[in-house]
Every structure is written in C-alpha cells, then in structure tokens.
C-alpha cells in the first residue's frame, strides 16, 4: 500500500479519515495547537489504545510541572469525579515518600500501559518522518529519565527529527539510514517529564522506575 492508506500500526487499510493524532490530542488542551502531527490509522487500532491514552495523560497531568499541565490536570480532575472506579485505582497508586524536611506523595504508573502509549507515540513519529511502518517484530524500549544519560546526551545533535506542539510536546530523534527499524527518540511531556524510546534488535534504554 502506499503511503497514507496503511495504518502505521498494523499495516491494514487506514479508515480513519482524520487518521490518529501523535501524541493523542487529549495531552493538548483547547484550543489545541494547529500542526498536530496525524497518521494513517485503522479504526481497530484508533480505539483500542483509548483507555491507555486516558491513563497516560491522567498520570503525566498529575506529575508534570503544574505551569505547563495545569489544563488538561483540570480535565483529569473531571475524568475521576464521574469515576469511582479511577478514583479506586489512583488511591491504590499513591504512596507517601519523603524528602529531606518534606512529606511529598509517589505516583507508581503502570509501566506496561505508560510504555504501550509512548511507543505507540515513537511508532507514528517514525512513520510521520519517514513513511516506513515498523515491523511487528521489531523490539522496543521505553523509559522515563530525570536527566539523559551520557551516552544519549552525547549524540542528541545527531538526532535531526525534531518537533514542537507548544509547551504540551516536544522531541527529537534520528532513524538510522542503514536500518530504517533502529531509531532514538526523546520525548517530552509538558516541558517536565522525559522519555526514551528505541527501537531495534538491541534496542535499550536507561533503566528507571516509572513515577
């Protein structure tokens, strides 16, 4: 198929007309940003990523920088007011922790829901830079860092792919030109919260816990 009529994610006849938004426009509060990237994308895929959509951006407002979250925070207080069940499962998640003189609170996230978005996200951004839909097979690292790694800091002016939606998304990455399946990218949520996502037989990223 050529481009635009495969869904970047399973390869099938794209039939979503508008096509799936990278990120999901929910991170972006109204009026969203006019250059909103969009893919090709099937209405089986399109749906079944929602609820972990939700759960990301209910997660990412409520430990991002509050300046630059403070929006869509709002949406995600309305989200558990009309649910029990959320608010059940945020409960379960928070746990007191403290840091030097203060009583500060832990989100634990998920880690297979948080990592199932954000490489979803670097999937749709290789596809929107390069027209390539990555193999199902093809291995893939996500994780949640304070401060890049040396060895990524180190050629983040390789990495020529970048973009800008605001103040909610940015990133940068770089495809490898001899294997379109082996790519970087760094993504950040809220000009606060950063993420490393690889892609590749090797692909590996720096080990922390997702909070």
Not at 57 to 79: C, F, G, L, P
Not at 83 to 88: F, I, V
Not at 119 to 130: C, N
Request: hydrophobic letters at 35%; aromatic letters at 8%; a positive charge.
């Amino acid at each position: 198929m050529k481009r635009g009529e495969m869904c970047y994610i399973c390869g099938q006849p794209a039939t979503t007309g508008k096509g799936d938004h990278v990120p999901p426009k929910a991170l972006f509060p109204k009026p969203r940003p006019s250059n909103l990237i969009t893919v090709p994308c099937c209405a089986t895929c399109n749906g079944s990523y929602s609820l972990d959509e939700e759960y990301f951006r209910n997660n990412i407002s409520m430990v991002s920088d509050y300046r630059h979250a403070e929006q869509v925070w709002k949406t995600t207080k309305r989200s558990l007011s009309y649910s029990p069940g959320l608010q059940r499962d945020l409960l379960t998640r928070i746990s007191p922790v403290r840091i030097g003189t203060h009583n500060l609170a832990r989100l634990d996230f998920d880690a297979s829901r948080t990592d199932r978005v954000l490489v979803k996200i670097a999937r749709g951004l290789v596809y929107h830079h390069s027209g390539h839909r990555l193999l199902d097979i093809i291995s893939a690292e996500a994780q949640q860092t304070e401060e890049l790694p040396d060895g990524i800091r180190s050629i983040t002016n390789q990495l020529r792919l970048r973009g800008r939606c605001g103040n909610t998304f940015c990133y940068m990455g770089g495809i490898a030109a001899e294997d379109p399946e082996c790519s970087l990218w760094i993504l950040v949520f809220y000009v606060s919260k950063v993420f490393v996502v690889s892609f590749g037989a090797d692909a590996e990223t720096p080990t922390q816990d997702q909070t």
